[in-house]
């Protein structure tokens, strides 16, 4: 029984002992009431009927100190949009929209609307899209990691890697071609039609060259795993022809490619299983343009809060290296 129930359950305790004792005075001195408080019952009893007695829902108090009604609905949205990433990169999103709000402020308020943990957040946005006629494609959960590679500068040492996305329907085997630069976090990703092969690995070193020339930055070195697409002799020729050395791995150590690796599991949190749950992909070139669009964001307005980044942007890092050097 809830406390309205049993409040409702005294006024009608307190109502019936009047007319059980046909002295009213004497029921209020017994339940503890006032005649006063006991008329308002009766009347609204004979009024509205019973269930008149129940009491009436209040709004919470909005304290002096409180976090606005706005800014608690922009971060509901921001957990329905976005079900897969933590309340720290909830308070950077909202610090970007002009709120300052603690990280810890954003778990509260989460954990009252039962959206306080990951799998509550995603099964939410999974019942938002199944109500708006989306079709759910589940992915599998992971999140790799290792040690941080270090570089004096951009372009010195880019990391590459592959990543298996999935299997779609009417579109197939789906990869993601990842680049990072090790300096400044910089990345870029191809979406392909798998099993990857030295022709994918080749088109994507070169477009990643035009990328980073466009920047003014000339790339030095990659480092990838010992993948067959990365230690095919066509790709080893190509690299010779770039004039870019090629770093390895040891074998059956992917924390030694620990860049790309993290890289991979935010991708997969806060790009494709939210964007699986909004809509339904039925090409490459939809795929890549999530991840392009995803891209934006990570590079230039995304916090990334480890201890070599310390809360800045891809962005952030390549223009204080720039102004750095100017000066």
């Known amino acids: 029984m809830t406390p309205a129930q049993v409040i409702h359950q005294r006024r009608l305790h307190v109502l019936a002992l009047a007319a059980e004792l046909g002295n009213v005075s004497l029921a209020c001195r017994l339940a503890g009431v006032s005649r006063t408080r006991f008329y308002q019952w009766k009347h609204a009893a004979e009024l509205y009927g019973p269930d008149a007695l129940l009491p009436k829902d209040r709004r919470r108090p909005q304290q002096p100190n409180g976090t606005p009604t706005h800014v608690i609905a922009e971060l509901l949205t921001l957990a329905v949009l976005e079900p897969t990433i933590g309340c720290r990169q909830y308070a950077d999103r909202l610090a970007g929209r002009g709120y300052q709000i603690s990280k810890s402020t954003v778990q509260k308020h989460l954990i009252d609307h039962q959206l306080g943990r990951r799998a509550q957040r995603v099964a939410r946005a999974a019942a938002i899209a199944t109500a708006s006629g989306l079709i759910i494609n589940p992915a599998e959960r992971g999140e790799p990691f290792g040690f941080c590679h270090y570089a004096t500068d951009p372009g010195q040492l880019v990391a590459l890697d592959s990543f298996y996305i999935g299997h779609l329907k009417g579109v197939g085997k789906v990869y ?152």
């Open 176 to 327: 993601q071609l990842t680049a990072i630069d090790t300096f400044s976090r910089w990345a870029a990703i191809a979406i392909i039609i798998g099993p990857v092969n030295a022709s994918h690995t080749i088109t994507f070193v070169d477009r990643l060259l035009r990328i980073w020339r466009r920047r003014g930055i000339a790339v030095r070195a990659v480092l990838t795993d010992n993948g067959p697409e990365w230690t095919a002799s066509r790709f080893q020729a190509h690299l010779a022809a770039k004039d870019l050395q090629h770093q390895r791995i040891p074998p059956r150590s992917p924390n030694h490619n620990a860049v790309c690796e993290r890289f991979h599991g935010t991708a997969l949190q806060e790009c494709w299983r939210p964007a699986f749950h909004r809509r339904r992909f039925n090409s490459i070139r939809q795929l890549q343009a999530e991840a392009d669009s995803w891209l934006l964001h990570y590079n230039h307005r995304r916090r990334n809060h480890s201890d070599y980044m310390q809360g800045r942007a891809p962005a952030q890092l390549l223009d204080q290296h720039r102004h750095r050097n100017a000066s």
